[in-house]
C-alpha cells in the first residue's frame, strides 16, 4: 500500500472490499476444483476396476491415463489457487508446471493413441508429427523457463 492509500480511508475500504471478494472467489474455485477432482478420481477409480475384472483394461488404458494425468491436473490447478489464495500473489512457476503437464498429456495421449493406429494416411501422419514436434518445443521451453526461474531464485511476486 502506498502513503496515499493508507491515508485515505476511502481507498482502503473499497480496497479492503476487493480483496474479500477476491478471497471468496478464490474459495469458490477451489471447492468447484476440489468437487472435480473427487468426482473424475471416484469415477476414473470405477471405470479401472470395472476395466480390470472385466479383462478390456488393456483397451481401455489410454482413456483411463487420459483422465489420471486429468486428476494430475485439476490437482496442479487447485494447488495454484490455493497458492493465490494464500499469498495473494500470482508467480509463475505454478502456472508453468500446468502448462508442462497438460502438454506432457497431450505428448502421452497422442503417442499413444498412434502406437494403436494401422495404416495411417500420410497426411495424418505428417500431423502427428507436426503436432509432437509443436509439443516437444514447447514443453523444453517451459522446462527451460521453469529452470532459469528457479535458478534466479525467489523474484519479486505480482500482487494479485
Known amino acids: 500500500m502506498t502513503a496515499e492509500t493508507e491515508s485515505n480511508p476511502t481507498r482502503k475500504r473499497i480496497t479492503g472490499i476487493f480483496s474479500a471478494i477476491e478471497d471468496l472467489v478464490y474459495v469458490g474455485l477451489g471447492v468447484l476444483l476440489a468437487s472435480g477432482a473427487i468426482f473424475l478420481l471416484v469415477t476414473t477409480a470405477i471405470s479401472f476396476g470395472t476395466s480390470l475384472f472385466g479383462g478390456t483394461l488393456s483397451r481401455e488404458f489410454i482413456a483411463l491415463l487420459d483422465r489420471i494425468l486429468l486428476i494430475l491436473l485439476v490437482v496442479e490447478l487447485l494447488y495454484t489457487v490455493q497458492v493465490s ?19 506432457i498429456r497431450r505428448v502421452l495421449i497422442l503417442t499413444a493413441e498412434f502406437g494403436r493406429m494401422e495404416g495411417i494416411a500420410p497426411a495424418a501422419f505428417n500431423n502427428f508429427l507436426l503436432e509432437l514436434s509443436v509439443l516437444t518445443v514447447l514443453i523444453l521451453a517451459i522446462a527451460l523457463s521453469l529452470f ?11 500482487k494479485a
Open 85 to 103: 489464495f494464500r499469498e495473494h500473489v500470482i508467480t509463475p512457476e505454478p502456472f508453468l508446471l500446468v502448462g508442462l503437464i497438460a502438454a
Open 148 to 158: 532459469v526461474l528457479r535458478k534466479r531464485g525467489p523474484a519479486a511476486p505480482v
